[in-house]
DNA sequence: TCGCGATGTTTATGCCGTTAACATGACAAG
DNA sequence: CTTGTCATGTTAACGGCATAAACATCGCGA
């Protein structure tokens, strides 16, 4: 496989319990540090086996597809995401002030994870939400709008409420991909400033 | 190539001045026409040409590669939103009432051409913003930003000018890009609503 | 000890973008 | 009218991709 002589894996450690170890978690370590890494990260199957050492089929037997270890990144990518999100909302407390933190956590989570943020879109909207699939993904994302839903403050009628938690959850959004997109420049200052004309202005 | 009788082409025109007549547009033409009508539009080179009728690399005659067919095409497309945002401009004449509803006309766009917009962006998103280069898409994005900022009416400073203009482009933009997502369903009054809450807030 | 199932490899199929070599046909120069 | 040239289109080929099927290997439990 390699060479005539010695152990079959270059150098890897000689205590796999398996043939490879835990070839899953591997490939999925390797995604995300693409993903961390690179701007326009490879994630064929192909490269990944490759960089892995192993086969370029192997992966199958931890994935049904190529899409289901995107789908696996993005789930973790997810998850990340609402992390960051719940921690910036503990640091900055409640209130108005503490929810427009979150927004700009949001943008700022965006410009340090463009790849993975753009993966979390690109799958999210691959998914049929009429279904009553429960798969990860759409519980992870149902999850994610109610955490902004609830740190929304105030007291605002039900559906002035609704209202105001998609412009706020639009407009970082919207912002982000801006960014992510190239087109307009990431400037702290400016994004907390754009993000507080609509928190602030609040009644 | 077709047959051994008859007419080389099966049904078409056969006032063709050239082999195939204008190759290039036809190609530009079909592929609009699929990011008009299909959700997940296949614009391989090969299904193109197939679907054309002609060989599989013909289209390597009227453009270099891939990418600039679908430059070409997400071209078009910024041309037509821009457009369409300068009608709803006119229509809706100045002032703050005039600007929302170029803002809520860029979201109605978006849910018309999906497929399209999101072309626009995947490819805005690859040009090096850096270098000076003059290419018809970056300039065509220059265009509709400085439409944005001139019809942002008001009378505020410079600098709070430039916040609330990015204000509005993120949020129209990040509400399309939610709905195209499928993270919110549709309806037009919920989206006149979110615009306005930012638009007519403004003392 | 043995065998079975999980894991990995090899081989193969069909798609893709892209290149190079060749064919065709419209139009201009002679 | 002839001829040659260039734009346009075709064929064949290369490498890469995702994926499937058949085969090989190894750990672990009966």
Redesign the pocket.
């Known amino acids: ?1 390699f060479g005539e002589e010695c152990s ?1 894996p270059p150098i890897l450690p000689m205590n ?9 978690a ?1 490939a999925l370590e390797m995604g995300m540090e693409r993903l961390a890494s690179q701007v326009q990260p ?9 960089d892995l ?17 995107l789908d696996a990144l993005a789930l973790e990518g997810l998850d990340r995401l609402g992390q960051s999100q719940a921690e910036a909302a503990d640091a900055a407390g409640g209130g108005l002030p503490g929810f427009a933190e979150v927004g700009v956590t949001y943008v700022e989570w965006a410009v340090q994870h463009p790849a993975l943020l753009r993966l979390i879109y690109a799958r999210v909207g691959k998914v049929d939400l009429a279904t009553p699939d429960p798969s990860a993904m759409g519980e992870a994302f149902r999850q994610l709008r109610k955490g902004i839903a609830e740190k929304m403050p105030g007291d605002l009628a039900p559906e002035e409420r609704a209202a105001a938690t998609l412009h706020a959850w639009s407009l970082v959004h919207g912002l982000a991909m801006l960014i992510l997109d190239g087109q307009i420049e990431y400037d702290p200052a400016m994004v907390r400033k754009v993000v507080l004309i609509t928190e602030f202005r609040d009644s």
Not at 16 to 24: E, F, I, N, Q, V
Not at 42 to 50: E, F, M, W, Y
């Open positions: 496989m079959k796999a319990p398996y043939h490879h170890g835990d070839l899953r591997a490879d994630l064929g199957l192909r490269a990944l086996a490759r050492g192993v086969s370029a089929t192997a992966l199958y037997r931890h994935f049904p597809n190529k899409d289901a270890l």
